[in-house]
């Protein structure tokens, strides 16, 4: 369930404006790499993008668990 609430919330994110900042900044070194070293360079980025992904959900999951106990030890 929480899973479900984080994916649901995600798509609430708005990063247009780091997209952006990304894209002047990557575009140009692309283009100075060659075929391979763009295939690395995209493979490297999948890498961080997923992992990023990954501690992003566990730290919502953590919050939300902490959450969760508080209420329950103000309940009690």
Same mark, same amino acid.
């Given at each position: 369930?929480?899973? &479900? $609430? *984080?994916? *649901?919330? !995600?798509?609430?994110?708005?990063? &247009?404006? %780091?997209? #952006?900042?990304?894209?002047?900044? @990557? +575009?140009?070194? =692309?283009?100075? /790499?060659? =075929?391979?070293? +763009?295939?690395? %360079?995209?493979? $490297? $980025? #999948? @890498? ?5 992904? &990954?501690? /992003?959900?566990? &730290? *919502? ?8 106990? /508080? /209420? !329950? =030890?103000?309940?009690?």
């Amino acid at each position: 369930m929480i899973d &479900a $609430l *984080y994916n *649901y919330r !995600q798509g609430d994110i708005h990063s &247009a404006e %780091f997209f #952006d900042e990304f894209n002047k900044l @990557c +575009i140009p070194f =692309e283009d100075s /790499m060659s =075929e391979e070293q +763009i295939d690395v %360079f995209h493979k $490297l $980025l #999948d @890498c961080v993008s997923e992992t990023a992904a &990954a501690e /992003m959900r566990a &730290a *919502y999951k953590a919050s939300f668990k902490d959450g969760a106990a /508080m /209420m !329950q =030890e103000i309940k009690e």
